[in-house]
């Protein structure tokens, strides 16, 4: 029963007298009791996950302990949820942790003591070494909220700790930065509900009108006035739709922005909210591209238009409230390979003149190029799977001799110094988290002025899922709204 404990409990945790620090261990293990079949030990507390102690209630757990539990919690649905979907025999998980408390004066309220906190894991069931090897691997991808870990250090060891033992030092910590794991679940739980998971799309109408960011992304806030325009393009007339900043007079710093969706989706509809946010967050007027789209205009057809647009926006900058000088690009995903290409003809070619970049989650290498651990380890169960990437390829890049041509891979291009400074924002859970930050270092060798902001614990598209999300489309738009600052 939740605050009961034993003798020998007692004996082994003592309670800890006023101002003196003590080791605390939490255990949590999936035994039947509670809503998620779970059951937290706290030292010599014991919690039903249905019937937990009032935080500072006489004896009861510390704030931090029973977020401790939470951490212990995630780790063990995470493992479960994994395990299912592999279909591995997981039966059981137990996860033990242990940390140095601190007086509840120290503490910081609502959030973990930046102290030392060692994880151990039990993993019960008929699997083999390489499934337990993988489950293990896969705990340590799988850090708790922001909220839960921040400025904690948490180590991972091998499963051997019972509740009454004591721990080695520890060897080998990792410091876990904030993070959205939590979002992440959350965001693919709502669109799960519709049945989007990451499926492979059985045509490209299927795809374009059956979008399950619907069910994450709220109505846009109005931030900005919107108007469109056309312009000459390559191909045909190119569609402009232009976010001026509801305040302020004058010329503005403008941003040219590419929308993401593998080459193939309008992110009009997607993206309305997130250009709102951009322009009131930034103060630059945004000028979003509708480029054409794969697989009717393959590659090169949306570099063409990219460059193209950049280069009539600087021309005609006065059109649309814009000081020339103070012009950047920024995409995501797809966008963001166009905004990486189009920085690099620039410069290659004389212009125009581009103040900065802002390069969100891109995919900037293909295979067998792009062979890096995150495509490797998150290439399913984060939406955007293995599977999906090959059928976007396929659409843009029907030519494989395409896919080394740095206009559709930019970390191919053999000179990158003298780019604009550049941000470039990853997702900790995005199987394109490793190109991105190797592109960001290759740039940063070069010369270039780099900033790399990874979005920790986030999937490929968390920060356009305002409904359910809405932080972590904050926390973006302050990093870029910083790094244009100077813009």
């Not at 931030?223 to 569609?239: F, N, Q, R, Y």
Request: hydrophobic share 40%; with cysteine.
């Amino acid at each position: 029963m939740p605050g009961q404990h034993s003798t020998a409990e007692q004996a082994n945790n003592p309670a800890p007298g006023p101002g003196t620090p003590a080791d605390g261990l939490v255990v949590v293990s999936e035994n039947g009791i509670g809503p998620y079949g779970q059951q937290v030990t706290m030292g010599h507390h014991v919690l039903a996950a249905d019937q937990p102690a009032p935080i500072g209630a006489g004896s009861g757990p510390a704030p931090y302990d029973l977020l401790l539990a939470a951490l212990g919690t995630c780790t063990s649905m995470a493992l479960r949820m994994y395990a299912e979907r592999k279909g591995w025999p997981l039966e059981k998980v137990t996860v033990f942790l242990r940390h140095q408390r601190v007086p509840a004066a120290q503490a910081r309220a609502g959030q973990m003591p930046a102290d030392r906190i060692t994880r151990e894991i039990r993993l019960e069931g008929d699997l083999g070494a390489d499934q337990r090897k993988r489950l293990m691997e896969f705990a340590e991808k799988c850090p708790v909220h922001r909220a839960l870990t921040a400025g904690a250090t948490v180590t991972t060891t091998t499963p051997s700790l019972e509740p009454e033992s004591s721990l080695e030092p520890v060897t080998a910590a990792r410091t876990v930065p904030a993070n959205y794991t939590a979002d992440t679940h959350a965001a693919l739980a709502a669109m799960g509900v519709l049945g989007h998971g990451g499926q492979v799309p059985t045509d490209v109408g299927q795809v374009r009108t059956g979008s399950g960011l619907a069910a994450v992304i709220a109505p846009p806030q109005i931030l900005a006035d919107v108007t469109t325009s056309e312009m000459p393009g390559p191909g045909g007339p190119i569609k402009l739709w232009v976010y001026r900043p509801a305040q302020g007079t004058g010329p503005r710093p403008g941003l040219v922005y590419f929308h993401g969706g593998g080459f193939v989706l309008d992110g009009q509809q997607s993206h309305d909210g997130f250009l709102h946010a951009l322009a009131g967050g930034t103060g630059h007027v945004v000028v979003s591209v509708d480029y054409r789209l794969a697989p009717e205009h393959p590659f090169p057809a949306a570099v063409h238009d990219a460059q193209a647009a950049t280069a009539y926006v600087a021309a005609h900058a006065a059109q649309f409230g814009i000081d020339p000088a103070r012009l950047s690009v920024a995409g995501d995903s797809a966008g963001a390979t166009l905004a990486a290409v189009t920085a690099q003809l620039a410069q290659a070619q004389g212009g125009p003149a581009l103040a900065r970049q802002v390069l969100i989650v891109p995919q900037t290498l293909y295979p067998p190029q792009a062979d890096t651990a995150s495509r490797r380890d998150l290439g399913e169960g984060y939406y955007l799977t293995t599977e999906l990437l090959a059928w976007f390829a396929d659409q843009y890049l029907p030519r494989p001799e395409d896919r080394t041509d740095p206009r559709a891979a930019p970390a191919l291009a053999p000179a990158l110094a003298g780019l604009p400074a550049v941000l470039v924002v990853t997702a900790g859970l995005d199987p394109l988290r490793d190109e991105g930050e190797q592109y960001a270092h290759a740039m940063a060798s070069a010369g270039v002025e780099v900033r790399l902001h990874r979005l920790e614990g986030a999937f490929h598209l968390l920060w356009l899922a305002t409904k359910t999300n809405p932080d972590v489309q904050a926390d973006l738009i302050d990093a870029i709204a910083e790094h244009l600052t100077h813009a």
